[in-house]
């Protein structure tokens, strides 16, 4: 059985976009799907988003997925970084990488403000699915390239 973690971005919640469909899926597969809600979505700090997320620390292995979408792939990369915990796959769904030259870029920042150590993360983030669409009005497509 594969433990399945989505993580929504800015502004997000559990029961957004895609998410509701995709638990349910899983779930129908057989997998443990856990979407959790972060704090202050619209003022996100990673410091409070890794704190709530540690509840959770227990059910991350090698049979772990990580999908994050738009902050919430920045949210699975620091994961990644910080704690050291190996995982089967990880999929960034229109992720943040940086700075994104948009509005958002703010309310961002504790995620992107530092540099990604990508041999630390290639190391633990097993094998990793990059899906970015070329009309994202918020995340250009320059910008997962």
Not at 7 to 33: D, I, R, Y
Not at 48 to 57: I, P, R
Not at 93 to 103: F, I, K, L, R, T
Not at 106 to 135: C, K, V
Request: glycine content about 6%.
């Amino acid at each position: 059985m594969v433990n399945v973690f989505i993580f929504h971005g800015v502004g997000g919640s559990s029961s957004e976009n895609w998410f509701p469909w995709m638990k349910a899926e899983l779930q129908a597969a057989g997998h443990t799907v856990i979407v959790p809600d972060f704090p202050h979505p619209n003022r996100p700090q990673l410091d409070e988003w890794l704190k709530s997320f540690e509840q959770y620390k227990h059910l991350l292995s090698e049979d772990s997925v990580l999908v994050g979408h738009s902050l919430g792939g920045a949210f699975a990369l620091r994961l990644l970084q910080s704690w050291n915990v190996r995982v089967l796959a990880t999929f960034l769904v229109a992720s943040v990488w940086g700075v994104m030259d948009n509005e958002f870029d703010p309310l961002m920042r504790t995620f992107t403000e530092t540099s990604y150590d990508w041999q630390r993360i290639n190391q633990y983030a097993g094998e990793i699915h990059i899906l970015h669409s070329d009309n994202d009005p918020y995340i250009k497509l320059a910008k997962a390239e």
